[in-house]
């Protein structure tokens, strides 16, 4: 039984106990929060304002225990425990329980004694790599074998956890330092607006460290429908903040207005950063404030998502189209004598629009989708019900993968539809009559890493515009639009690809052997050009960075083979290939992930990443291409 008793000390103990039977009791905790103490330098908060402990999950931290007398680890007992949200439970990972231990894992609430100095222990507390985030309560119980247990709760601050992108088991896990500086740590920006031709930029004041704004982006969390076991899962924190930003459905941070009148609120220029925002949203008790446009929302999403823990960034994409009925393409209607039909014409293409891309593993997708994450806080269109965005796989945005989750068809479309020209004929019919295909998605820009200058990154969002890789993205994402058949669908399909790994896969230290089948099911001549890229993974899922590219043609003449071998970086390898048959248009596409079971491997092109620089072993990667009479393997 657990009787809780105050701090004072019952003195009418008798004088004949030795000292370890006295009753154990706590006389105070310290934290250890000071803002450049040793905890908030190892986790990377002492740039936060105030003096509270503000951690990151998944990484050791003290505390030290103010004892009645000293802690005899043969006899006593003590354990913490630590409670987030308003229904601390064991099960939902809201209430946690850490024991005593005497060596911590990795992965483990836990703690251990460190130092021991008369009355005064200190502990190292291990978390959770998916620990929920947010405040937590502290409650530290002793026991001792006579006293029975006492319990105290730190009265005065609470414990703030947050994600951590240096923990590689954290799935915002970002290995690059100057990155994590960028992407996490820099409280200043810049926002790109304007036209491609003329591209203007703004410096935006993020303020994530100032004082207020973590208490505020934590109420933004609190005041959001995602219930605090949810909160250890950033895929849904980022979902659901997408929805918070804007103040369409959830009295959200911001009220969007695009009518030039501004009156009774701020104009959406006037704005120069987010923490004014976040004050007056959190002062005021979560009323909108107004008003915003898109590098608004942009603006504060960032500066949300680097306060809890996300790397994130804001993102301009010039020529931004607005596919209201997720057809993936950009129409516009005509009638017979050429006028525009304006009922008809609800798409449209901005000059400029601004969202954000935050970085994480995605382990509810297949392995290659990690990394960027698109998000838009703009509130546009409604996604299952809600004004929110995202996130959608870059990856998956490049590819044309729009079936993957969150949203990637609209986002897809901003960067990457075709602008299709409609013209109604006589019969009441429409008719396509032209389409163009580089109008959309230009000059994709955000802040360089640790400069003020712009970096394009219009090529991880799409493939080489004009390209056949970016085409075969255009039509595998149309297929699953509302408008399948705007693309001349292929004649036939009568190929078929395949991989498949040889034996039971690679071995330590041996050749990895992938063996690529085309089979021709058709009583033709079937060619194609295959583009294959071989990239390096995370276990995660997050892609590292291309080893190879390649373009390889096909043209069938029997027993001809095709051979290559290629040195490669450990972990998983992700194999893309896409192509299209000459003969009928039919798109082949097929991605495979595999693993080389030996620890490393080194090429010239491709940085070593740091967790295998103490590795030494070799194997090389082989793409068998064969060839065989009738259904050729390649
Ligand atoms: C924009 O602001 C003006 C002036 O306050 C207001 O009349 C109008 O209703 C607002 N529009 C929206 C969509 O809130
Ligand atoms: C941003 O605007 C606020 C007032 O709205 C002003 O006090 C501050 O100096 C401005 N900061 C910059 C960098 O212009
Ligand atoms: C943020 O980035 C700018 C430009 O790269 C740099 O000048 C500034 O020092 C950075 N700030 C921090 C806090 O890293
Ligand atoms: C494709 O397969 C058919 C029979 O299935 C065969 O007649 C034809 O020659 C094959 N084409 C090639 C290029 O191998
Ligand atoms: C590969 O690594 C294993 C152990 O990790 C080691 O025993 C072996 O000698 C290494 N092989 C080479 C070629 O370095």
């Known amino acids: 039984m657990i009787i809780a008793l105050t701090f004072s000390m019952s003195l009418s103990l008798s004088l004949s106990l030795s000292l370890s039977e006295l009753m154990l009791s706590v006389h105070s905790v310290d934290l250890l929060s000071s803002k450049t103490g040793q905890n908030r330098m190892e986790h990377h908060t002492d740039c936060y304002h105030g003096n509270a402990l503000i951690i990151r999950r998944g990484q050791t931290f003290q505390i030290e225990l103010d004892l009645s007398r000293p802690f005899n680890s043969n006899t006593d007992k003590l354990h913490l425990d630590l409670r987030t949200g308003p229904l601390p439970m064991v099960s939902k990972n809201t209430h946690v329980i850490i024991q005593l231990v005497e060596e911590l894992e990795d992965d483990r609430w836990e703690a251990k004694i460190v130092e021991r100095n008369g009355n005064r222990i200190k502990l190292s507390v291990n978390s959770h790599a998916k620990a929920v985030i947010g405040k937590y309560k502290l409650t530290v119980t002793v026991e001792s074998p006579k006293g029975g247990s006492a319990t105290t709760r730190d009265p005065r601050k609470d414990i703030v956890m947050l994600f951590n992108p240096w923990c590689e088991d954290d799935t915002v896990y970002m290995d690059d330092e100057e990155e994590k500086k960028e992407y996490v740590l820099n409280d200043t920006g810049r926002l790109y607006y304007g036209t491609e031709k003329q591209i203007g930029d703004r410096t935006w004041n993020y303020g994530q460290f100032l004082e207020g704004m973590l208490e505020a ?332 590219k390649d373009k390889m043609p096909v043209a069938l003449k029997p027993n001809e083979g095709y051979y290559q071998d290629q040195l490669v970086d450990q972990a998983a390898l992700m194999l893309t290939l896409s192509g299209r048959v000459s003969e009928t248009q039919q798109v082949l596409a097929t991605q495979t992930s595999f693993r080389l079971r030996t620890p490393d491997l080194s090429i010239e092109d491709v940085p070593i990443p740091s967790f295998v620089n103490s590795m030494v072993n070799k194997s090389r990667l082989k793409l068998n291409f064969k060839q065989c009479r009738d259904t050729f393997v390649l």
């Open 217 to 548: 982006c934590l109420y933004v969390l609190e005041k959001s429908e995602i219930p605090p076991p949810g909160r250890g899962d950033p895929v849904n924190v980022v979902r659901v903040i997408s929805a918070m930003i804007n103040s369409q459905d959830d009295n959200g941070v911001l009220a969007g207005n695009w009518s030039g009148n501004y009156v009774g609120g701020v104009s959406p220029t006037a704005w120069n950063g987010s923490v004014e925002i976040l004050r007056k949203y959190h002062k005021e008790g979560g009323l909108p404030v107004k008003y915003g446009q898109c590098w608004v929302f942009s603006g504060v999403t960032t500066t949300v998502l680097r306060c809890l823990g996300i790397p994130c960034r804001s993102v301009t994409n010039f020529q931004s189209a607005h596919d209201t009925d997720v057809s993936l393409t950009t129409d516009m209607y005509f009638d017979e004598k050429m006028e525009p039909f304006d009922e008809l014409n609800t798409d449209s293409v901005w000059n400029f629009h601004v969202w954000n891309d935050c970085w994480m593993a995605r382990p509810d997708l297949p392995p290659g989708n990690g990394g960027w994450q698109a998000l838009d806080a703009t509130p546009q269109e409604t996604s299952q019900g809600t004004f929110r965005c995202g996130p959608a796989s870059v990856t998956a945005i490049r590819t044309g993968q729009v079936y993957l989750k969150y949203d990637t068809p609209f986002i897809f479309a901003e960067v990457n539809s075709d602008k299709i020209y409609w013209q109604r004929n006589l019969d009441g019919i429409f008719t396509q009559i032209q389409c163009e295909k580089k109008a959309v998605g230009h000059c994709i820009s955000t802040k360089a890493v640790g400069s003020d200058k712009r970096d394009d990154i219009t090529h991880l969002y799409k493939h080489t515009e004009g390209s056949e890789e970016e085409r075969i993205a255009v039509e595998t994402a149309s297929r699953y639009g509302t408008k399948p058949d705007v693309y001349s669908t292929s004649m036939a399909e009568d190929v078929s690809l395949e991989v498949k790994l040889e034996g039971e896969g690679p071995r330590m230290g041996a050749d990895a052997q992938l063996t690529i089948v085309i089979t021709n099911f058709s009583s033709q001549t079937r060619k194609t050009t295959l583009h294959i890229q071989v990239a390096v993974m995370y276990y995660t899922g997050v892609l590292k960075g291309t080893v190879k």
